[in-house]
């Protein structure tokens, strides 16, 4: 929907605004000595447990123990290759945790090393992978044309992106790398999106679902068959060299807790009448009423994605294999006020997003599909709109 040039630079205009209200924001967690370490959520009671660097170093606390992961991927960040014998104590789950290690080591990179600057540096290393993932959308998305501004903000506002940067989590880095891959797949640059791939597997095991965007189809030519056997390798190199690192660390307690999947459908079945029984017992001011408007949004995304079909497009791949994801992931992931769900099935809600049609289904599908939107706004304690929610 092209519109006159006065009202582009309106939407323009709109964009930047946005962008000043996430920053303002992330500025509301900045505290004077503490830096932005609320983003970090490290509780009440973990000095006794942290590490003596980190122990030594400024940081927030919150108050009891309200805490969440970030505050394990931030401690790895101070000691990135785990050579101090107080990380085992420092983390919940030492091997688990040790193996998503990139963004401990950007941040740690970021930080050179200093463990106040690399506090500072994980927490807001999830804003900046939202400013470059703000201006690669923009890239992308047309500036004259309210629907690409609704798809633009339907990908930067859901709540799994907000809540990865408000909790200082791995997500939102790895979707930045998963829509860089996506995007040098397209492009036919097949050698670096599998670099970027097999990067993206350090960060979380669940990036390398992505891989599907590279074309795999099978050509029964030397050249091809080559190929795609060297982006095998390429993706998996990294991820198995760091392992067989941490397997002279662990031994058998490497492969401690990998990721729980449930039966097909069982988990996400199951959640519904849990929110539904939810709302029924504190109506809709519970915050039951976030998991509800999640597991709607998230449905149309997954049905939408089914129905749309389009196997030479990279992202529909990307987004179906996630759809896939969302139907084994375990109960924990369901669980809580909306629950981790958003942030795991991210990739997801991009390619919803980006392959939105253009004709008139768009604005029901838009809606219904971005209702997480509303929950990341509350999540975020985005100014002057959370508090109305």
């Known amino acids: 929907m092209p519109i006159p040039k006065g009202n582009a630079a309106v939407l323009m205009f709109l964009r930047l605004g946005l962008v000043g209200v996430f920053l303002v924001s992330v500025a509301q967690y900045y505290r004077p000595g503490t ?6 959520f490290f509780p009440e009671n973990s000095h006794s447990w942290e590490l003596p660097a980190v122990r030594g170093t400024p940081h927030y606390h919150h108050p009891g123990d309200h805490a969440y992961d970030g505050q394990f991927y931030a401690q790895l960040a101070v000691d990135p290759f785990l050579r101090t014998p107080a990380i085992d104590t420092a983390l919940d789950l030492p091997p688990y945790r040790a193996r998503r290690i990139l963004f401990s080591w950007t941040a740690s990179i970021l930080g050179l090393g200093r463990p106040y600057w690399v506090l500072q540096a994980y927490a807001l290393q ?3 992978c939202w400013l470059i993932l703000a201006w690669w959308l923009s890239r992308r998305l047309p500036g004259d044309d309210v629907k690409a501004l609704l798809v633009w903000a339907g990908c930067l506002f859901t709540h799994g992106l907000l809540a990865s940067v408000r909790m200082a989590l791995i997500d939102g880095p790895s979707l930045l790398l998963i ?3 996506v995007s040098a797949a397209e492009r036919g640059r097949t050698w670096g999106s599998a670099v970027l791939l097999g990067l993206g597997g350090l960060g979380r095991e669940t990036n390398l679902l992505a891989a599907v965007a590279l074309p ?3 050509q029964w030519t030397r050249s091809q068959v080559l190929r795609r056997l060297g982006w095998v390798v390429i993706i998996a190199l990294p991820t198995l060299l760091w392992l067989d ?3 002279s660390i662990y031994r058998s307690l490497l492969l401690y807790r990998v990721d729980r999947m449930a039966a097909p459908l069982v988990a ?3 959640r519904w009448p849990v929110v539904i029984g939810q709302l029924g017992e504190g109506g809709w001011a519970s915050p039951a009423r976030f998991s509800l408007l999640v597991l709607v949004g998230l449905t149309v995304q997954a049905i939408y ?16 294999a996630y759809v896939f994801l969302m139907l084994v992931i375990d109960r924990a992931v369901w669980e809580g006020y909306p629950g981790a769900a958003t942030r795991v099935l991210l990739p997801m809600t991009f390619a919803f997003n980006l392959l939105l049609p253009s004709g008139k289904a768009f604005w029901p599908l838009w ?3 971005n209702l997480a939107v509303v929950a990341g706004i509350a999540e975020f304690h985005v100014p002057w709109i959370w508090p109305l929610l």
């Open 216 to 218: 795999w189809r099978w």
């Open 305 to 320: 994605l089914v129905w749309r079909q389009d196997w030479r497009s990279p992202w529909w791949r990307v987004g179906f």
């Open 179 to 181: 829509a860089a891959a």
């Open 367 to 369: 809606i219904a599909g």
């Open 35 to 40: 830096g932005f370490t609320e983003l970090i």
């Open 126 to 128: 999830n804003v900046i």
């Open 268 to 270: 996400y079945l199951h």
């Open 245 to 247: 690192y941490l397997r």
